[in-house]
């Protein structure tokens, strides 16, 4: 295998062999018909730790550990004028404070900030100071440098200048690995590239008009701005396409939106812009909806409160979190509403314990939102607060014993939907052979989840036809799920009379995907592939499945199904992307420590090449899984399993 596969077979596979097991349908119903359904808790707002300097309109980047890097703003209301700040800070949401780390070479605000693939922090642009009235810089002041902050080192490195100074614009990570950063209140038609491989900056197409609103990245890989940095092409949109790079003009919104609006890709793909202003006092309530396919707006419903400058932040459950802003006296609000894309509706979700705009807002990793600093009452604030929406975490994916790396050789795939884990457990026996557990845990109290364990055997892998009817499952056991957050936990389990508990945390080799129950009834337009699947059509060959856990182009499958003497065997394969829909990458089969094994020394698990894999997907629900094992080759139509509808999806 190249050098990239087999480290992640060591520190993903080798190390977090998810396995996967949906092993009888029959068994599963009946599992299931004891789930206790716990209700979600009321949203709410409290304060965390506060800032060390007060600062609007600054930017919140959450790092690959989890903290979130605030840079920059402005230190003071801009009426008239306003100077930045060089400082950045980093908020740790385990202990719920703020510490500051390297200064910037130069401070800015109405910047940008962009998290690259190799975890490091490009700001670009931006103003030194607004020097006049109605919040405008002088050309001397808007900025062409931009800056690199390695979390690593916390420090900042020069990334080289723009080719265009410009304050107010966007900046986009497009799929290939560059940045676009678009229009701005400046150079509102002209556009440029970073490649963060070489650290050069280079003209891309121009805009047919100025902007200076928002972009949102779609699914297809274009780029969506819209906003005007001119009252006269307020509701003027346009797609950037990075394979050609050139903008076309498409669908006008239906309420110009000149500034202060937010843009929020939902989980089907559409875009909800909410609020903005359309110039002077005039502050929206309105919100509309872009449709990528058709290229057209359709109004949704207004939200409760005329607002902008707010912020929007896409939830786990798939609705948007609105908070804050302006009204058209300028006065900034402490309320909050919810858009439910299901209804199309806006429902007040509390208020925030001080009023801003301006403001920052971060998803978590724990599904929190922070929301940070802003104006408040006539001044930049220091305080900081956290949204709870109340609503239970996602846990689908694949977990590995914590801290990451120090038992890897065993696994735990989860399949969650609605209130009910189904876990698929990859270890080894008594002598060091592979040995797969399964397990139906619904939820029993908030973050925990607790079910019976089973064993399996059945058809070999290659049998045909494999009949579901000699799947023989048999009790070993129980286990309970006990997350402490959205990343971490405990896994308890009692097997054949021997009772362990191991520390767990996600498996994460790539960008991790938000996983929501719920969100897109039609999981066939989901293009991240993480769940449990099983054989075409469902229940054809029930006793078998494979587990995808999809982070970027790389997905981790795990195999459970059975050796030709009908024992237990789980394979596993890091697939590579390598066309659209389509991965492949070498199969291998393990053994190591077994389950009960005190330590269980990673150094001991083995793995052998035994074949090869090939997915393709032909939708979110559909594909084909190909494989040789052994010299056996075989393809297999697979299908996405669900057992809770309308399922999960991981975006």
């Known amino acids: 295998m190249n050098q990239h596969s087999h480290r992640l077979f060591v520190s993903s596979i080798r190390a977090s062999l998810g396995f996967v097991s949906l092993f009888g349908i029959t068994l599963l119903v009946c599992l299931l018909a004891s789930a206790t359904i716990v209700e979600a808790r009321e949203p709410t707002w409290s304060a965390t730790g506060s800032l060390g300097t007060a600062r609007s309109g600054p930017t919140a980047t959450l790092l690959a550990n989890g903290q979130v890097l605030v840079v920059g703003g402005f230190i003071s209301r801009c009426n008239p004028g306003c100077s930045t700040t060089g400082s950045a800070e980093l908020y740790d949401p385990a202990t719920g404070t703020w510490s500051y780390t390297g200064n910037l070479n130069a401070a800015r605000g109405q910047h940008s900030a962009t998290l690259l693939p190799d975890g490091k922090i490009l700001v670009a642009g931006g103003t030194r100071k607004i020097s006049l009235a109605g919040g405008v810089s002088n050309g001397e002041d808007v900025l062409n440098s931009a800056e690199l902050y390695d979390p690593a080192t916390a420090t900042w490195s020069s990334a080289g200048n723009l080719n265009t100074a410009r304050v107010g614009h966007t900046a986009t990570l497009l799929p290939n690995g560059k940045v676009l950063v678009a229009g701005g209140d400046s150079n509102g038609n002209s556009a440029e590239l970073y490649d963060p491989g070489t650290g050069i900056w280079s003209s891309t197409g121009n805009l047919n008009n100025a902007h200076g609103g928002t972009a949102t990245l779609l699914r297809n890989g274009k780029v969506l701005v819209l906003g005007g940095a001119s009252i006269d092409v307020s509701n003027s949109a346009e797609l950037y396409d990075p394979a050609t790079e050139t903008w076309s003009v498409t669908g006008n919104l239906n309420t110009g939106r000149w500034y202060a609006h937010t843009a929020t890709l939902l989980p089907n793909g559409e875009v909800l812009v909410a609020a903005g202003s359309i110039g002077g006092d005039d502050v929206l309530e309105s919100a509309e909806l872009y449709d990528p396919v058709t290229g057209t707006w359709t109004d949704t419903g207004d939200l409760n409160i005329d607002r902008g400058v707010h912020t929007a932040t896409l939830l786990p459950s798939g609705k948007v979190l609105v908070a804050g802003g302006f009204d058209y006296d300028y006065e900034s609000l402490d309320s909050a509403e919810l858009y439910d894309p299901a209804t199309g509706s806006w429902s007040v979700s509390g208020s925030l314990n001080t009023s801003r705009s301006g403001h920052t807002a971060t998803l978590l990793a724990n599904g929190k939102v922070l929301v940070a600093a802003g104006d408040s009452g006539g001044s930049t604030t220091t305080s900081a607060e956290l949204f709870d929406s109340g609503a239970s975490s996602n846990y689908q994916g694949l977990w590995w014993n914590s801290p990451p790396g120090s038992e890897s050789g065993w696994g735990i795939n989860f399949a969650h939907q609605g209130d009910i884990i189904f876990a698929s457990w990859f270890t080894y026996d008594?002598?060091?052979?592979?040995?797969?557990?399964?397990?139906?845990?619904?939820?029993?109290?908030?973050?925990?989840?607790?079910?019976?364990?089973?064993?399996?055997?059945?058809?070999?892998?290659?049998?045909?036809?494999?009949?579901?009817?000699?799947?023989?499952?048999?009790?070993?056991?129980?286990?309970?799920?006990?997350?402490?957050?959205?990343?971490?936990?405990?896994?308890?389990?009692?097997?054949?009379?021997?009772?362990?508990?191991?520390?767990?945390?996600?498996?994460?080799?790539?960008?991790?995907?938000?996983?929501?129950f719920g969100a897109q009834p039609n999981l066939a337009l989901a293009t991240n592939y993480q769940d449990?699947?099983?054989?075409?059509?469902?229940?054809?060959?029930?006793?078998?499945?494979?587990?995808?856990?999809?982070?970027?182009?790389?997905?981790?499958?795990?195999?459970?199904?059975?050796?030709?003497?009908?024992?237990?065997?789980?394979?596993?394969?890091?697939?590579?992307?390598?066309?659209?829909?389509?991965?492949?990458?070498?199969?291998?089969?393990?053994?190591?420590?077994?389950?009960?094994?005190?330590?269980?020394?990673?150094?001991?698990?083995?793995?052998?090449?035994?074949?090869?894999?090939?997915?393709?997907?032909?939708?979110?629900?559909?594909?084909?899984?190909?494989?040789?094992?052994?010299?056996?080759?075989?393809?297999?139509?697979?299908?996405?399993?669900?057992?809770?509808?309308?399922?999960?999806?991981?975006?």
């Open 532 to 651: 449990l699947w099983w054989a075409a059509p469902a229940g054809s060959e029930s006793g078998w499945g494979v587990n995808f856990t999809h982070q970027g182009d790389t997905i981790v499958a795990t195999w459970f199904t059975y050796d030709l003497d009908r024992t237990p065997m789980w394979l596993v394969v890091t697939t590579q992307k390598t066309a659209p829909g389509t991965y492949s990458g070498t199969l291998y089969r393990t053994t190591g420590p077994a389950f009960n094994a005190v330590p269980f020394n990673p150094a001991n698990v083995v793995a052998t090449a035994v074949g090869t894999v090939t997915l393709t997907f032909s939708d979110g629900t559909t594909g084909t899984f190909a494989y040789t094992l052994n010299g056996v080759s075989q393809t297999k139509a697979i299908a996405r399993e669900v057992f809770t509808n309308p399922g999960t999806i991981c975006q």
């Open 430 to 516: 008594l002598t060091g052979k592979g040995l797969w557990l399964v397990m139906t845990a619904p939820k029993t109290a908030p973050g925990v989840y607790s079910g019976t364990l089973y064993t399996t055997t059945g058809p070999a892998f290659n049998a045909v036809p494999f009949n579901p009817a000699q799947v023989v499952a048999t009790q070993a056991g129980s286990g309970t799920l006990t997350f402490s957050d959205a990343n971490n936990g405990t896994f308890a389990y009692t097997v054949n009379g021997i009772s362990q508990t191991k520390a767990i945390t996600r498996e994460v080799f790539g960008p991790l995907p938000t996983c929501t």
